[in-house]
């Protein structure tokens, strides 16, 4: 059973910084690429990065980049997101999720697999 469980939101002010972690299970992990979502109430989710399988090639949202780091340890089968000078429009719901192949981008639907998520909240 393919399991994907995020952790290490929480409430941060402006300009700070957190580390969110997906850890990844029933899968042969570094197979395939993995990603971030974001869904802030009332707006639509969001692709923030995603990282290959194949090169560790990465994609970024413009509103994220420089800001956001995405990187895997596939020893540990896990995925993890750097956010730093974090920015109240960073709030949302973020999810990791598993690529259909090795390559992938920001679009969602290429995704079959996503964890519950963790919330981050940053405060003006």
């Known amino acids: 059973e393919v399991q994907l469980v995020e952790s290490g939101g929480g409430l941060v002010q402006a300009g700070g910084s957190l580390r969110l972690s997906c850890a990844a299970s029933g899968f042969t992990f570094d197979d395939y690429a993995i990603g971030w979502f974001r869904q802030a109430p009332g707006k639509e989710r969001e692709g923030v990065s995603c990282?290959?399988?194949?090169?560790?090639?990465?994609y970024y949202a413009d509103s994220v980049k420089g800001r956001f780091t995405i990187s895997r340890d596939n020893a540990q089968n896990t995925l993890y997101l750097q956010m730093n000078n974090l920015k109240p429009e960073d709030t949302g719901l973020y999810s990791c999720a598993k690529d259909v192949g090795a390559v992938g981008t920001g679009d969602s639907y290429e995704y079959d697999y996503w964890g519950p998520g963790t919330q981050v909240t940053v405060s003006s």
């Open positions: 990282i290959s399988s194949s090169d560790g090639s990465t």
